[in-house]
């Protein structure tokens, strides 16, 4: 009679148990559903400005406006290119 | 007792009601119940692949993956009135806002659309920019909502626009390349979309014990191209440069490196902007370089004379016979182009001269047949094989077909149309030493974690090196002491061809209109260039000694440092 008494006794705590945990894992998919929502907000929040910042690298890297750049810090295209030897001497110390 | 009853009539209809009603939702309506149930708890979307980018040879972009948004409007959740709305939202839309007739069409417009209560998603306009939809969001609009589109970026603006090609749309809607690159490499640029299905709550929020699938996209392969930026933006800029100066309806240049095949810059004009295609017409975005044909005149003499050489009928002292004036050929009389006749000249001095007699004289010492094998050698009539879209090739006249006057007229290059890409790929055989290489864009597809090496593809030999050697010589001498003479930088070991030819209308030539171009590889012995330039209708002058040529020098005088080419004895 007590030996039925214990063992009733146990499954009760572990069926409560075994709800609490079922409880508690539940609760814990729900809130991790929620806290994957907000990392992929937060992914394609950073992909596009993953995206933006490739695109501005896309076009400041563009020639077009080297040039530009250049013009600013003074650079000028070559007018005219002379071609000299390798023996011709034209810088000599005296 | 009957209070009884009348609870056990209440519950029985009550009963019957629900039983009804379950009827309607489990069996009539049952399939489409179960299909909104499905689309609320499941989310199911194609996850788009980002289309690759096309790269200059240094690794730099020519073209990229964007992002650009549609603007849409839920007509039931608009609050303000049509108008209302299209004047906020039209600033945004217009090029130029400060243009008070566009500004004003664009309002009209949209109110149009925001005015259709039949339809319930109504998009407003396409690719806007992300700067314009964050100052949309700002204003703070309801009923206006945006949906990702993919965009291409062009750092170097409309340059290439030929070679590149643009992504369009097709009849559905999705994105396809069309024309150069785009065209050609579609499948490979577009990549694989993804899938995604997702069992979601009521609020949207995923439920993670939930069934899922996942199929992530496979982004598409980069082009890692031959083509040089620097190289590309010299001949962009002098080719503009060179049909203003010589009022010419339009041009082309190819510049390519004739030992592997490696197509190094490419341009033509009018060209238009792939950003915005859509605002252009069709006869726009062919590649004139690939698509469009013209009878080559003169620059045509080094292949037939090429030929000739290596079939063993001339050699470069071969005296014409022939040549102490016009010629009659059936019943039509082939001049020289300034009437000028030099008796006795030699081979060389034929192509020196570009004299049509004495390369009728040659044509007729080769014979018809033979001249046919070896154009064939050429490729001429077939097409070149680069990888671009849209190349044709128009076909050379059967064997066996050939006249007397087709014969003595090919010679010199009239009654053959080639592309441009054609004479550029023939005319590479003599620079490289007597291979035919075929013409290629791309170096390398570049994919996520591989790469493919596209190979050149090197033909058999088609002349021999004594053929090389005395058809070079000649080229360096037409270049030297040749019609153009006046425009060769001196030092500089160019082997060079001016070509006028006319532009044949309705089964006779026009008599004013040409189109003139010059070919020429430097240096001559080891070339590390060659350059095509063709310019259509030049009004300054007719010849090409005078419009193509000087225009072919003056780009290549900016390429010499660029390749490190210096004159002779530097």
């Known amino acids: 009679m007590k030996k039925n008494k214990i063992i009733k006794f146990f499954l009760l705590i572990g069926g409560g148990l075994l709800l609490g945990l079922v409880a508690f894992m539940v609760a814990e998919a729900a809130s991790s559903g929620a806290v994957l929502a907000k990392l992929e907000k937060e992914e394609r929040m950073l992909a596009a400005e993953n995206q933006s910042l490739s695109v501005e690298l896309v076009r400041a890297s563009s020639l077009v406006n080297f040039e530009i750049y250049a013009t600013k810090m003074g650079f000028i295209k070559p007018q005219e290119i002379l071609y000299i030897t390798e023996k011709e001497v034209f810088a000599k110390l005296p | 007792m009957v209070r009884t009853k009348l609870v056990s009539l209440l519950f029985l209809f009550f009963f019957a009601a629900i039983l009804g009603k379950l009827f309607t939702w489990q069996i009539i309506r049952g399939k489409d119940l179960a299909e909104q149930a499905r689309s609320q708890y499941w989310s199911d979307k194609f996850v788009a692949a980002p289309r690759g980018s096309i790269l200059a040879k240094d690794g730099s972009w020519l073209v990229a993956s964007g992002e650009a948004w549609r603007v849409f409007a839920e007509i039931p959740k608009i609050k303000q009135s049509p108008k ?319 006249s007397v006057v087709d014969l003595a007229t090919a010679s010199f290059g009239q009654g053959v149309a080639v592309t441009p890409i054609q004479l550029i790929k023939a005319v590479s055989a003599i620079a490289n030493g007597g291979k035919l290489v075929t013409p290629q864009v791309v170096d390398r597809l570049l994919g996520e974690n591989w790469e493919d090496d596209i190979k050149p593809i090197i033909g058999p030999k088609i002349l021999s090196d004594k053929t090389v050697e005395q058809i070079k010589a000649m080229m360096v001498e037409a270049a030297k002491n040749g019609e153009a003479k006046w425009t060769h930088l001196r030092g500089f070991k160019v082997a060079g061809k001016t070509g006028t030819a006319q532009i044949p209308i309705a089964g006779h030539y026009d008599k004013e209109k040409t189109i003139a171009s010059f070919i020429g590889f430097v240096p001559a012995d080891k070339p590390k260039f060659i350059m095509l330039v063709t310019l259509r209708e030049p009004q300054s002058s007719p010849w090409a000694s005078e419009t193509a040529a000087p225009l072919w020098y003056s780009i290549a005088k900016n390429l010499f440092p660029y390749f490190g080419i210096r004159p002779e004895n530097y």
């Open chain 2, 84 to 402: 209302e709305i299209a004047e906020k939202l039209a600033p945004f839309f217009v090029e130029d806002p400060s243009d008070k007739k566009s500004l004003l069409a664009e309002i009209v417009r949209l109110t149009e659309l925001l005015s259709k209560k039949e339809v319930v998603w109504v998009p407003l306009k396409q690719k806007v920019s992300s700067q314009s939809k964050r100052d949309i969001e700002r204003a703070g609009i309801e009923g206006i909502g945006f949906e990702v589109q993919e965009d291409r970026v062009y750092p170097e603006g409309s340059a290439a626009a030929h070679l590149l090609g643009f992504l369009g749309k097709n009849r559905e809607g999705a994105n396809v390349g069309y024309f150069g690159l785009e065209g050609y490499y579609d499948m490979s640029l577009s990549g694989k979309p993804g899938f995604r299905l997702q069992e979601k709550d009521v609020f949207g929020t995923p439920i993670l014990l939930g069934e899922s699938t996942n199929i992530s996209p496979v982004k598409g392969v980069d082009l890692l191209t031959n083509i040089d930026k620097t190289i590309q933006k010299i001949l962009e800029e002098k080719l503009v440069e060179g049909i203003n100066r010589y009022g010419a309806s339009g041009g082309t240049g190819i510049i390519m490196d004739p030992n592997n095949g490696a197509i190094l810059a490419m341009s033509s004009y009018p060209s238009y902007d792939p950003q915005k295609y859509y605002q252009y017409g069709d006869e726009f975005f062919k590649n004139p370089a690939v698509s469009d044909s013209f009878e080559p005149g003169s620059v045509f003499k080094v292949l037939v004379m090429a030929a000739a050489l290596d079939a063993g009928v001339v050699e470069p002292d071969t005296r014409c016979e022939i040549c102490d004036g016009p010629l009659k050929v059936d019943k039509f009389l082939i001049e020289t182009w300034n009437q000028k006749y030099h008796p006795d000249s030699t081979m060389t001095e034929v192509i020196i001269n570009s004299d049509n007699v004495g390369m009728a004289y040659v044509g007729q010492k080769m014979g018809a047949d033979k001249l046919y094998e070896y154009l064939d050698k050429f490729g001429i009539g077939k097409p070149t094989g680069i990888d671009l879209q849209g190349e044709i090739a128009p076909p050379l006249r059967e064997k066996g077909k050939w």
